[in-house]
């Protein structure tokens, strides 16, 4: 009989542990000169990257902080933290939805930010394979109508976050984001604002990530459930994310993505056991581990930058520019998103993947999403076409 720590016995770990590697700092009296005394506005300020960021920027002395978000009762709860730890920040929260352009614009309006981070998103893989229409409306739409909202209004800096999953995307997430990222170098063409973003890895303790939900296994006596023996991520903590983007702003002139170097992607196997290891019990002892099988819109392996993207040094040590050799039509990307708004609205998801598979030529739909998008529509003709098209 397994012998298994209760929950309260089990050691507290700490993440910065399970980075396998020295942690990455920003240039802070940069940041400082770049921030200090200027209006901040973040989107999805409070999610896990969000909230992080709003912390970070709190600490640079921003003449106002814009916290905008649609989830009320996490947006106080950040309220009530900024107002205990910098009592002296002018802190705005605005409830408001990204795909509402006059939700974004009235904020950007009311308090003329001179930086918007864009960090709202759909970011959970599986479950917007299952909801395609709602990873376009908020990836792709959101980032639309916030991009426009601070070009109109000749915002100096835009920063949104992007992933490692638009990198030949197998998801509809890791899509999504990519043609996020199109959307940025249209608007890069057009209009004055510095329209800058970050690709990252997977955030250490993020909601929804994998350290959360192992800890929870650990503490329930297990099993830890992994889903596939060689699935690695790149992984960073949520202050390395935040201090990549406040250095993005920084290092950026326009137009660029910017990657961290995270070193060598974890194999999540080894994660799991190492977390068990430092929770002070042994793998396969106190608490076993289960392969479930890899989820719909996984990858084995994350990659940061595309064969035509080269990527080059920075002032910074471990953080690199992309340069692409993809040549946007702004024209093109607003026809796409016009399609894909069509599309949307006919709840037509087959159609939606078609038209992100024609933007983004490397995007793998995934079988079962696109099974249950052939089964919306009866036309075999169709069904052949996304054969031939989608392989």
């Not at 690695?232 to 990657?259: H, N």
């Not at 037509?348 to 490397?362: E, M, Q, S, T, Y």
């Amino acid at each position: 009989m397994r012998s298994v720590k209760p929950a309260d016995q089990i050691l507290d770990v700490a993440l910065e542990d399970l980075l396998g590697r020295r942690q990455a700092y920003l240039d802070e009296e940069l940041v400082r000169e770049r921030i200090q005394d200027k209006v901040v506005m973040v989107t999805g300020a409070a999610g896990s990257i969000g909230s992080e960021l709003c912390r970070q920027i709190a600490g640079f002395n921003p003449f106002a902080l814009v916290a905008f978000d649609q989830a009320e009762a996490l947006l106080r709860q950040l309220e009530s933290e900024l107002a205990e730890r910098f009592p002296r920040l002018v802190l705005h929260s605005e409830i408001g939805n990204i795909i509402c352009f006059d939700h974004v614009n009235r904020a950007v309006q009311q308090y003329k930010p001179t930086i918007v981070f864009h960090a709202a998103a759909s970011k959970h893989v599986p479950m917007l394979e299952q909801e395609p229409l709602t990873a376009v409306e908020n990836n792709i739409f959101g980032t639309w109508q916030v991009a426009e909202a601070a070009a109109r209004h000749g915002i100096e800096y835009f920063v949104m976050i992007s992933t490692d999953k638009a990198v030949r995307p197998v998801s509809m997430m890791g899509v999504t984001k990519r043609v996020a990222e199109l959307v940025l170098h249209a608007f890069e063409k057009e209009w004055s604002t510095k329209f800058l973003a970050v690709r990252f890895g997977n955030v250490l303790g993020s909601s929804g990530s994998v350290v959360p939900i192992f800890k929870s296994q650990i503490a329930a006596g297990g099993p830890v459930t992994v889903t596939h023996p060689e699935m690695r991520r790149y992984f960073m903590t949520a202050s390395e994310a935040g201090q990549l983007v406040l250095e993005a702003l920084v290092l950026g002139s326009g137009g660029e993505t910017f990657v961290l170097d995270m070193g060598e992607p974890v194999k999540i196997l080894d994660l799991a056991k190492q977390l068990i290891l430092l929770s002070g019990l042994q793998p396969g002892r106190d608490i076993e581990i289960e392969f479930t099988g890899v989820r719909p819109g996984e990858k084995l392996f994350e990659e940061l930058s595309l064969h035509d993207e080269q990527l080059t040094p920075t002032s910074h040590s471990r953080i690199s520019s992309l340069a692409s050799s993809e040549n946007v039509d702004t024209e093109r990307v607003a026809v796409l998103v016009k399609e894909l708004r069509e599309a949307v609205n006919a709840r037509d998801a087959l159609r939606v993947i078609l038209l992100l598979k024609d933007a983004v030529p490397d995007y793998a739909p995934g079988p079962q999403l696109l099974e249950n998008a052939i089964s919306m529509r009866s036309n075999h003709d169709i069904a052949l076409d996304v054969q031939v098209r989608c392989g």
